[in-house]
């Protein structure tokens, strides 16, 4: 098993091939799967901006949704 941590461009499941954006740390790559799983973040990211930390609504759980709703 390995696991990869990284932006996709493209995923084509006929030839099974995930196609990994180029970052500082490495250029674009086709990677060869059998199984895939795609996990999004789970944590959000406000990219260092405090002011946007303090005052924005999250959504990534149950409890957001019902804060938003509410």
Known sequence: MQVVQ?????????????????DARSPERSLAFDQLI???????????NESVAKHAFTFKSLSDAMCLRN
């Not at 990284?6 to 180029?22: C, P, R, T, W, Y």
Request: charged letters at 5%.
């Open 38 to 48: 795609l996990a999004p973040g789970g944590v959000p990211n406000f990219f260092g």
């Open 6 to 22: 990284g932006n996709v461009n493209h995923v084509s499941l006929n030839d099974k091939q995930v196609i990994q954006a180029a």
